[in-house]
């Protein structure tokens, strides 16, 4: 027989493992980790061009950093992103477009919702995701181009911590699996390390993620107004660190627990 407690236990160990599982899974496909608040455009800066040298353009750190400073930049585990406007046009200081009304230019402009004059147009994003390749891409330090070994298993621990913490978490629920059909509590001691494991690795992500954006922004500096701040995919995979932890507890509590009983209950039968 197994005591209300310990079963009670993994039930709920089981339900936030689960939730971790789902909201580590969910961090590290999206590519809200961090996003950059861009100060405005200058003049004569083609944002179609801009666009284009992201999304086509060969993969170079220096370049696609410049783009996530300058248009709104999001940048995730697999994926950076840049945000533009729906239609292509040039931008212009407000100064500017009182000089175009004043002459006879007919240099189309986008609709304007502000007083200022600034322009306000519909955004859209456009995102391309880092290859396998890239991820092991050695980074490099300005501008000197010396190999920067931080910043690159720094760079290579935030993408391969997580998938380590998931497969732990896969493999902790196969040894459960295994526990209910011998119907037996010591595997829940396995299940209880892994998750211990698996919440490391998922701080360690974190961390790891923080500290290289970090390093980003001093071996690339920012332009002026340009600020950074954390998305709510990073959020999500900080979640999942407490979560697991409380799971793993809870397994390797139930399964001391439930040992220590069955024990004493040995022992007194034997006597």
């Not at 046009?89 to 230019?105: C, G, I, M």
């Not at 069955?262 to 039968?269: D, L, N, P, S, V």
Request: proline letters at 5%; one cysteine or more.
């Amino acid at each position: 027989m197994v005591d209300n407690r310990y079963a009670t236990a993994l039930v709920i160990g089981s339900v936030l493992s689960l939730l971790a599982t789902v909201y580590l899974s969910v961090a590290v496909g999206t590519q809200h980790w961090f996003q950059f608040s861009s100060p405005p455009i200058k003049q004569g800066v083609n944002l179609t061009d801009l666009k284009e040298e992201f999304v086509t353009g060969d993969f170079e750190e220096k370049n696609y950093s410049n783009h996530l400073f300058m248009l709104n930049g999001s940048l995730g585990l697999w994926w950076r992103c840049i945000q533009v406007p729906s239609q292509s046009y040039w931008f212009r200081e407000p100064d500017d477009l009182h000089a175009v009304n004043e002459s006879d230019d007919r240099t189309q402009l986008p609709d304007c919702t502000h007083q200022s004059g600034c322009p306000d147009p519909k955004m859209e994003t456009f995102c391309v995701s880092f290859t396998l390749p890239q991820q092991f891409k050695v980074k490099t330090k300005q501008p000197t181009d010396e190999e920067d070994l931080l910043r690159t298993y720094l760079w290579r621990g935030q993408f391969l911590l997580p998938l380590v913490s998931l497969a732990l978490v896969f493999l902790s629920g196969l040894v459960g699996v295994c526990a209910c059909l011998c119907r037996s509590f010591t595997p829940t001691l396995g299940m209880g390390v892994l998750h211990f494991i698996a919440g490391l690795c998922s701080l360690g992500t974190v961390c790891c993620f923080r500290a290289g954006i970090d390093l980003l922004q001093h071996n690339y500096i920012p332009p002026k107004g340009a600020d950074g701040s954390m998305g709510w995919s990073l959020y999500l995979a900080l979640i999942s660190f407490p979560l697991q932890m409380m799971a793993a507890a809870l397994f390797l509590w139930a399964a001391r627990s439930h040992r220590k009983h069955y024990t004493r209950m040995a022992a007194y039968r034997v006597a």
